[in-house]
């Protein structure tokens, strides 16, 4: 399921910094990386204000961020990038998922 919390960590492991640091910092790379995960909550669905809240902003700068990205998503670059940040964050939600052990002894109670 895609959270801010997991789409924070998903980015912030992409820049190499922690979700907290990408959501601090003031730094021009780390803030084009929060950029980046603001899209994303954004694309899933997120409103502006729970969005803001997850990253310790205001409406006004998640509403600006979302201006300034729709300038840039049609770049074959930044389009890419996205897919790989997304495909990233899909395995990392389904290597989370438990799996029930029953499932496990199923497989090892069959006779084939």
């Not at 950029?35 to 997120?46: L, N, Q, V």
Request: with cysteine; glycine share 2%.
């Amino acid at each position: 399921m895609l959270n801010s919390q997991s789409i924070l960590e998903t980015v912030a492991r992409r820049a190499k910094v922690t979700a907290g640091f990408l959501c601090l910092s003031r730094e021009k790379d780390v803030t084009a990386w929060r950029m980046i995960a603001i899209h994303m909550m954004r694309e899933s669905g997120m409103t502006m204000a729970s969005i803001a809240a997850a990253v310790g902003r205001d409406a006004s700068t998640i509403h600006y961020v979302s201006t300034k990205i729709n300038k840039l998503k049609n770049q074959k670059w930044f389009i890419e990038m996205l897919a790989s940040i997304e495909e990233e964050q899909r395995l990392d939600v389904f290597c989370r998922q438990r799996i029930p052990m029953t499932v496990y002894a199923a497989a090892f109670a069959s006779e084939d």
